[in-house]
Every structure is written in C-alpha cells, then in structure tokens.
C-alpha cells in the first residue's frame, strides 16, 4: 500500500516512513498545500483539509496538524505552534518560561488519512516538560526543548525511540489498528 503524506515539513514524512516500514505501508511525501483553517481544535483542521484535497480529486494520503501546548501558558503556543516557532522560535518560548516552577507540557498530533474512500481522525498525546534550554541536534521544530522523561530532549534522542513514545508514534498505532482491515 501506498499512503502520500501532504505536509511541507520534511521531518514529519521521516517519521512516517520509519513508523509504516513494518506494516509494508510505503509513505512518500506530497508537497501539495492545501487551507489550514485558523481553529482552536486540530481535529477541526485536519477534517476540513481532508474535505479540501479529496475535492482536488486526492486519495491514500495522510495529513497530520500538531503542536506544543504548555501548562503554564494555558497551552500556548498550541494551535499556533507554526506561527511561534517561525517568529520566536524555541529561544522566545525557552524565554516566557524563564523561572516557571511548572514546565509540564504536551504534544499533541491529530492524524487525517482518506483511504479507499473512508476517513480516519485519530489524535495521540505525549506528556513530557519543557528543559531549561536546547538540546540536541535531530529532529526538528520544538524537538530540542520538549523532553519525555525529564532528562534528554526529542532532538537527542534516536528517531525510533521518538516514534516509541511520540505523540505521533501514538497516532500511528492508533490509525494501524483503525486501518487493520486494509492491511
Ligand atoms: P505541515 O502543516 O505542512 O504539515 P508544519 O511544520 O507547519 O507542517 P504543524 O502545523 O503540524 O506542521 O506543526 C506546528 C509546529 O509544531 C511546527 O513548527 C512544527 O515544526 C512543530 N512540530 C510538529 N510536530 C513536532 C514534533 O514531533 N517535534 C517537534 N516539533 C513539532
């Protein structure tokens, strides 16, 4: 089987790759922009993205919308996690959180995939808490100041064991066993 994946964020589509090569599942990236409507709610965005490229004619593809929601910053930057990271950046968020006692934090990624017709919404979480500073040099986004366990960054860890614990490794068990029947 053949999943496109419709992102502009190559990181992401490695991830992907890793994540199906054992479900002989082959994931090829697509750089097909498509509306990412302003919402406070990723399931929100990723249904409205699966409606617009499925009227494009599009199918077999997946679309992921993700962020950073942090506790102390009622779950800023959140929904506009893109918008932070291009302008702020990790050093502007490292910055707000200067001196918080409370670093506890989120990942979240919502998974959109239509498949032999058939949508699939699923959403995985992954707690963890934001380090003092950045660390590591993989991965990417806001990879070098989330932690999982408490001691090394997402950027300084191997992909697989990112995909073991991720908010996306997450969502790509949960979509796998929603698309079971099609393996
Ligand atoms: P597409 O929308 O084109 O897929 P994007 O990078 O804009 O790519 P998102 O809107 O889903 O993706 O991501 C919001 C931000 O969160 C963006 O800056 C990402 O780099 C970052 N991000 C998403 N997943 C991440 C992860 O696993 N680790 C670190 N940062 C991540």
Redesign the pocket.
Known sequence: MRLSI????P??VA?YQRSFEGYGIEAVHL?E?YD?VQSSD?GE?VRKGIGELRSRGLSDFI??????FIDRLKGF?GVW??????TIGNDGVLKLMQGAGDRGAE?R??IGCCIGGRDIVVTGVCRGSILEGGRGAG?????PI?SHDGRRS??EIPLDE?NGV???GVAVRMLIEEMRDLL
Do not use: M
Request: a neutral charge.
């Open positions: 419709v992102t502009s964020n990181g992401k991830e750089r922009p990412e990723l965005v679309i992921d919308d993700s962020g950073l930057p996690s893109a918008y932070v990271q291009k990942f990624c919502c991965g990417f986004g806001y990879d989330f997402f950027a990112k991720s908010h996306r």
